[in-house]
C-alpha cells in the first residue's frame, strides 16, 4: 500500500511538471521565433517480488520525466511590411552578438526571432540591442589587383571570410534592402547600389541541444554542435530570408489545452491512488478496535 503511494505521488509530481511546461506553451502563443517544449515520462526501477516462476514478478515503483525537448519544426509567417523584419524559410539560426560580452562563444547566440531594427549608427541589431552578424562584401579584383566591373560598369562585390556585425553606414546610403539571398544591400540617391553584407547563420547539428537563453535566444552547447558555432551564409546553408516577414511561435493551442487536460485528468487520477491507499491504511488501523 506504501508502494502505491509513493507510486502516486511522483505521478503527481511528473504531471505538475508538465502542466508547467505547458503553461509556458501557451504564454508564448504569440512570441516571435518561440518553439514549444514537449515532455515525455519514463517508469521508475520496479520492486522484485519473487524469483520463482517463468516470468518475473515485478511491482511498479511510479514514474519521473525522462525528457523535456524543444520542438523545432517551424512557425507560421506573418506579414509585417517592415523591410528589417526577416523570417529564416527553412532550417537554421540568426547570430547575434552581445557588444559587452564577449566571453563564452564570443558573446553569440542564436535566435529566430527576426524582429531586428537598426540604430543611429547604422547597426542592425535586435530587441536586447545585441548586433546581428554577418559577411562583409569587398570588390571582386583580378590577377593585377584591379577592380572587376559588370557590363553595366558597376563593380561586381564577391562574399570575404570577415564576419562582423552588420551595419549601414549613416549618410552614406539613402535606404537598403535585405533580399532572399541575405544579401543586405544600399542604395544611393543615384539609384546606384551596393552588396554590404550577407547574414551569417547557424545551423547546428543537433538544434534540440541548444540552452534556451531568454529573450528568444539559444546558446550554443557541446550537445548541439561538438564544433560550436560555425558560420555560412544563407546560400551555402541552402535556405532562404524573407523580408518584411516575422515567424511566429509554433505552438498550436488545440494540441496544447489538449494536453492539459490530459494532464489534469492524470493529476487528479494519482491523487484519488494517494486517497484510496490511505482509506485502505486507515480500515487496517482501525481492525483493532
Not at 36 to 42: A, E, L, Y
Not at 105 to 130: M, S
Not at 276 to 286: G, H
Amino acid at each position: 500500500m506504501l508502494r502505491s503511494m509513493y507510486a502516486g505521488v511522483s505521478g503527481m509530481k511528473g504531471f505538475q511538471t508538465k502542466l508547467d511546461v505547458i503553461g509556458n506553451n501557451i504564454s508564448n502563443v504569440n512570441t516571435i521565433g518561440y518553439k514549444k517544449n514537449t515532455i515525455n515520462f519514463q517508469d521508475l526501477l520496479s520492486q522484485n517480488m519473487s524469483g520463482g516462476g517463468a516470468n518475473p514478478m515485478q511491482v511498479g515503483l511510479g514514474s519521473s520525466t525522462a525528457s523535456i525537448n524543444v520542438n523545432h519544426n517551424p512557425g507560421s509567417s506573418m506579414t509585417t511590411g517592415v523591410g528589417t523584419d526577416l523570417a529564416m524559410m527553412g532550417s537554421g539560426f540568426f547570430v547575434v552578438q552581445n557588444p559587452d560580452d564577449v566571453g563564452t562563444n564570443n558573446g553569440q547566440y542564436l535566435t529566430r526571432a527576426g524582429n531586428f531594427t537598426v540604430t543611429n549608427e547604422g547597426n542592425l541589431v535586435d530587441p536586447q540591442g545585441y548586433n546581428v552578424m554577418g559577411f562583409q562584401y569587398a570588390d571582386q579584383l583580378d590577377g593585377a589587383g584591379n577592380v572587376v566591373n559588370d557590363a553595366n560598369g558597376n563593380p561586381v562585390r564577391v562574399q570575404t571570410n570577415i564576419t562582423s556585425p552588420i551595419n549601414i553606414p549613416a549618410g552614406t546610403y539613402d535606404s537598403f534592402s535585405i533580399n532572399r539571398a541575405g544579401e543586405v544591400i544600399g542604395k544611393e540617391a543615384d539609384g546606384t547600389e551596393t552588396i554590404l553584407f550577407g547574414l551569417a547563420i547557424s545551423n547546428p547539428q543537433n538544434p534540440t541541444g541548444l540552452n534556451k537563453f531568454g529573450g528568444s535566444l539559444y546558446e550554443m552547447t557541446g550537445m548541439a554542435s561538438p564544433d560550436g558555432i560555425n558560420l555560412q551564409s544563407v546560400t551555402a546553408a541552402n535556405t532562404s530570408v524573407a523580408s518584411g516577414m516575422l515567424e511566429m511561435s509554433n505552438v498550436d493551442l488545440t494540441e496544447e489545452f489538449t494536453e492539459m487536460i490530459i494532464a489534469q485528468r492524470g493529476f487528479q487520477a494519482n491523487s484519488r491512488t494517494i486517497t484510496t491507499s490511505d482509506e485502505i491504511l486507515q480500515e487496517v488501523v482501525n481492525l483493532k478496535r
